[in-house]
C-alpha cells in the first residue's frame, strides 16, 4: 500500500513537470525546462511501466489526474519564472520519491 502511494506522488510529480513544461509560453524559460523534463519522461515512464504491472494499469492514469488539473490551473495564477520555479520544484521532489519508490523491496 505504501509502495503504491509512492509511486502514484511520483508519477503525478513528473506528469505536472512535463504538462507544467508544455503551457511554457516564454522560449527562454521553455530551454531551461529541458533537463526536468527529459528525466521525468525517462523516469516517469519506467515508473509508470512498473506501477502498471504491478498494481495494474489505473494507477498510473489516475496519477495524471491531479497532475493535468495543475498544469493546467498554473498559468492563470503564476507568471512565467514562477512556473519555472513549481516546474523544478515538482521535479525535485518526484525525484525524492522515485528514489523512496525504487529503493523498495518489490511487491510479492
Known amino acids: 500500500m505504501l509502495e503504491q502511494a509512492v509511486y502514484t506522488i511520483a508519477i503525478a510529480l513528473f506528469a505536472f513537470t ?6 511554457m509560453d516564454q522560449d527562454l524559460l521553455l530551454v531551461a525546462c529541458i533537463p526536468p ?9 519506467t515508473m509508470a511501466i512498473y506501477a502498471g504491472d504491478t498494481f495494474g494499469l489505473a494507477l498510473p492514469f489516475l496519477a495524471l ?6 498544469a493546467w490551473q ?6 512565467g519564472r514562477d512556473r519555472l520555479i513549481a516546474i523544478y520544484l515538482a521535479w525535485v521532489v518526484g525525484m525524492a520519491f522515485a528514489l523512496i519508490g525504487i529503493g523498495m523491496p518489490d511487491a510479492a
Open 18 to 23: 512535463i504538462l507544467a513544461t508544455a503551457r
Open 37 to 45: 523534463v527529459f528525466v521525468a519522461l525517462v523516469m516517469g515512464f
Open 65 to 70: 489526474l491531479p497532475a493535468a488539473v495543475g
Open 74 to 79: 498554473l498559468p492563470k495564477y503564476y507568471a
